[in-house]
């Protein structure tokens, strides 16, 4: 299987190299999605193995055009934050596998042996998610995630605006009913939240 990995980390992507090679061959790394679709213009893969926090346009706006462009292509998410609430949206975008990165390279070689065999995968953390659902008020729609995402990038209403072709007014609405369904009220509140729900990683103090 002839892998593309898009992936921000260079040790993650030492990693996969020798958790999966000489077993499947990886082509090409892309540092950020928008250098992968870049060269998916001009070569082809079986898999793509995406993280889904990483600069540029994000893993979710990757997934989009990815499946739809390349809808031929599978597409694995290893990633420290699939079992957030956008997993069930993934899933029903056809993603083959969703591997959570805490459970380490050897459960991405797993999820490769039941891709193979044309069955989809997801690690424990991911699977426990999905059968227990998200935790009140976690149901966030798709764009509200996408808001709660870019502004855990610091990323501020007119820029996100900008990013997403949207008004700023439409920001501040999605805003509010994504921090309504959290149950908090200030940008603090929910990076503590996505700290503790594993979206993002606390910055160690020095």
């Not at 309504?180 to 606390?202: H, N, T």
Request: glycine letters at 8%.
């Amino acid at each position: 299987m002839n892998c593309l990995i898009i992936e921000d980390h260079p040790i993650v992507v030492d990693g996969l190299r020798l958790a999966l090679e000489p077993a499947h061959q990886i082509l090409h790394h892309a540092a950020t999605a928008e250098d992968g679709l870049v060269w998916l213009r001009t070569h082809s893969v079986d898999l793509i193995i995406l993280d889904m926090m990483m600069p540029g346009m994000g893993g979710q706006e990757a997934v989009r055009r990815l499946r739809r462009h390349y809808p031929q292509i599978q597409l694995l998410i290893f990633s420290a934050h699939c079992a957030s609430p956008i997993c069930g949206w993934l899933l029903e975008q056809g993603v083959v596998g969703l591997v959570d990165k805490n459970a380490g390279l050897n459960e991405v070689r797993q999820a490769l042996q039941h891709i193979e065999r044309g069955q989809r995968y997801l690690s424990q953390a991911v699977a426990q998610s999905q059968v227990l659902g998200n935790p009140a008020g976690e149901g966030l729609t798709e764009r509200e995630f996408q808001i709660v995402q870019l502004l855990l990038r610091g990323l501020k209403p007119q820029a996100i605006a900008d990013h997403l072709f949207i008004s700023p007014k439409t920001v501040s609405t999605y805003r509010q009913r994504a921090m309504a369904r959290l149950g908090i009220d200030s940008d603090v509140a929910l990076v503590q939240l996505a700290i503790s729900r594993g979206w993002i990683e606390a910055v160690p103090t020095h």
